[in-house]
């Protein structure tokens, strides 16, 4: 069993749509999370972190945590074409120490926005 | 912005040669990763370093080799290039302690024929 599991779709949805990306986890240790977007033949880049359980927002997209089922949201809403890439979830124990801050990634979704 | 360079977008060579991926950060970050990335597996861990001169096996270390020789520069080595390698390679950096994530370059696509 992967340490974190995300679907990978693909995922197609209209313009406008709300779109609800997941990854779930085994490891208890992760304080960590973060989702990374990556446009077609470039690297990802971070969208957004959290740490811990709970929510974070950030204009259209919002960060979901729910460390005691183990599971990791990320809601876009009204979503656009510029939203259509693939999105990484990730994650790590702590920011640095012993594990130097290594992160675990998901396998990526393929999102596409249709306009 | 923060940077990081990779030294060629795509990379075409055959089996056999010895290969040299370059990286190059700008934000004197700590550490760098080697990662590959290939459909339906994700992202693996290839090598990573936390300081000049140090280095660590990742996921997937056969067939690779790194070096760390100045804090900026972490170079990826493919010793005697395969077919199997053929694949999209990202570099990423990170500070050490700080919870921000990495910084990914923008990829070598490398093609072993």
């Known amino acids: 069993q992967k340490e974190v599991e995300q679907d990978p779709g693909p995922l197609s949805v209209p313009e406008g749509a709300i779109v609800s990306l997941n990854c779930t986890y085994s490891?208890?240790?992760?304080?960590?999370f973060m989702w990374y977007r990556q446009y077609s033949r470039k690297g990802p880049e971070l969208l957004m972190y959290?740490?811990?359980?709970g929510n974070k927002e950030d204009g259209r997209f919002t960060a979901q945590v729910d460390k005691s089922s183990k599971y990791i949201s990320l809601f876009i809403r009204d979503s656009q074409p510029s939203d259509s890439a693939t999105y990484l979830c990730?994650?790590?124990?702590?920011?640095?120490?012993?594990?130097?801050?290594?992160?675990?990634f998901g396998q990526g979704t393929i999102l596409t926005v249709h306009p | 912005d923060v940077k990081v360079t990779q030294s060629s977008r795509y990379l075409v060579k055959r089996t056999g040669e010895k290969v040299f991926l370059e990286c190059v950060q700008d934000?004197?970050?700590?550490?760098m990763f080697w990662y590959r990335q290939d459909p339906g597996l994700g992202l693996r861990l290839i090598y990573f370093?936390?300081?000049?001169?140090?280095?660590e096996k990742g996921d997937i270390p056969e067939g690779y080799s790194v070096s760390r020789e100045k804090k900026e520069r972490f170079s990826l080595i493919l010793e005697s290039a395969s077919t199997n390698q053929t694949s999209m390679y990202l570099c990423?950096?990170?500070?050490?302690?700080?919870?921000?994530?990495?910084?990914f370059g923008s990829g070598t696509r490398l093609t072993v024929v």
């Open positions: 990423a950096s990170s500070y050490l302690d700080r919870e921000e994530g990495y910084t």
């Open positions: 490891n208890s240790a992760f304080q960590y």
């Open positions: 959290t740490y811990s359980s």
């Open positions: 990730a994650m790590s124990p702590n920011a640095g120490g012993t594990s130097y801050g290594k992160l675990t």
């Open positions: 934000m004197d970050h700590e550490n």
């Open positions: 370093s936390y300081d000049v001169k140090m280095k």
